[in-house]
């Protein structure tokens, strides 16, 4: 299985960790939008797209690689994460305007993932921020049973 891992990580890093977590399991390299031109994306099997949250979003610039995605009728499977201040609301998440869009792109979405992360947005940055020990060693593993059950499902060894 070819795997590969678009992360957007432009507060403390957040995001990038988790992209690594992720990106062990599934033996995937972690690129930013820009390192990569969508159309190489059908060389994938699986690809897994991620940023930190923004207000209740994904970073703008994610949300546009997404959108320049070329739509196809069969494409591979691909999964959303984020990393998170506040926790994702149930009736809201984070990931599934993202998980919309690339499935109207023809890709198979196989999940999501979020974690929470270190936060200085304001007012947080009056106290120094929340969650200043996140992502931790549980937010890590996480990460890695997630890409662990997304390769396991691919691997016909297994």
């Given at each position: 299985?070819?795997?590969?891992?678009?992360?957007?990580?432009?507060?403390?890093?957040?995001?990038?960790?988790?992209?690594?977590?992720?990106?062990?399991?599934?033996?995937?390299?972690?690129v930013e939008?820009?390192?990569?031109?969508?159309?190489?994306?059908?060389?994938?099997?699986?690809?897994?797209?991620?940023?930190?949250?923004?207000?209740?979003?994904?970073?703008?610039r994610?949300r546009?690689?997404?959108?320049?995605?070329?739509?196809?009728?069969?494409?591979?499977?691909?999964?959303?994460?984020?990393?998170?201040?506040?926790?994702?609301?149930?009736?809201?998440?984070?990931?599934?305007?993202?998980?919309r869009?690339?499935?109207?792109?023809?890709?198979?979405?196989?999940?999501?993932?979020?974690?929470?992360?270190?936060?200085?947005?304001?007012?947080?940055?009056?106290?120094?921020?929340?969650?200043?020990?996140?992502?931790?060693?549980?937010?890590?593993?996480?990460?890695?049973?997630?890409?662990?059950?997304?390769?396991?499902?691919?691997?016909?060894?297994?």
């Amino acid at each position: 299985m070819k795997a590969v891992i678009v992360c957007v990580s432009v507060s403390h890093g957040n995001t990038r960790r988790i992209a690594e977590a992720l990106a062990r399991p599934l033996a995937a390299p972690v690129v930013e939008p820009e390192e990569l031109d969508p159309a190489e994306l059908a060389g994938y099997d699986l690809i897994g797209l991620g940023s930190g949250v923004f207000t209740g979003r994904l970073h703008p610039r994610l949300r546009r690689f997404i959108h320049t995605l070329p739509g196809a009728e069969r494409r591979g499977r691909a999964f959303v994460f984020a990393t998170s201040g506040l926790p994702e609301p149930g009736f809201r998440p984070f990931t599934r305007p993202a998980e919309r869009t690339l499935a109207a792109k023809g890709f198979r979405v196989v999940g999501g993932f979020t974690a929470r992360g270190h936060d200085t947005w304001l007012p947080f940055r009056l106290v120094g921020g929340i969650n200043k020990h996140r992502p931790d060693t549980r937010d890590f593993a996480a990460a890695r049973t997630f890409a662990e059950r997304l390769r396991a499902v691919s691997d016909p060894a297994s």
